[in-house]
């Protein structure tokens, strides 16, 4: 099974997206602080963490830096995706491409959210 560390700060969001993902067997653990993110995942191994730009109090970039700059191989190796509640700039996509993160908007559907989820971690998914 898919193990996620979703984050953020918007608890109904969270709960939500982590209800849904459940249906699509994804085992999602979530957390509202941003900054807790490298201390849970140096006592557990996630293949996918979720967070979204406006992270609190570490911003999504400061965390990517965080994670992809890590000393634990297993961290810094963790595929990330970022998400964006609008188009980001240019200058964002650089910096994503440039550290292997992936991004999507954060509103879309649930079946994009499975379908991108599923590509990164190269799961198969069937939409029923």
Not at 12 to 33: G, I, K, P
Not at 42 to 50: R, T
Request: hydrophobic fraction near 45%.
């Amino acid at each position: 099974m898919t193990k996620i560390l979703f984050v953020d700060d918007n608890k109904s969001f969270l709960d939500a997206m982590a209800r849904y993902l459940a249906w699509y067997d994804f085992q999602v653990n979530t957390l509202e602080d941003s900054s807790s993110v490298i201390s849970h995942c140096q006592n557990h191994v996630y293949d996918l963490c979720i967070f979204d730009t406006f992270s609190q109090p570490l911003s999504g970039y400061q965390l990517v830096d965080l994670i992809k700059s890590h000393i634990n191989p297993t961290i810094r190796h963790m595929k990330i995706l970022v998400i964006f509640e609008e188009e980001p700039q240019l200058q964002r996509f650089i910096f994503m491409r440039k550290h292997g993160v992936y991004a999507m908007m954060k509103y879309s559907s649930v079946e994009r959210w499975v379908e991108n989820i599923s590509a990164i971690v190269q799961k198969p998914f069937l939409i029923s």
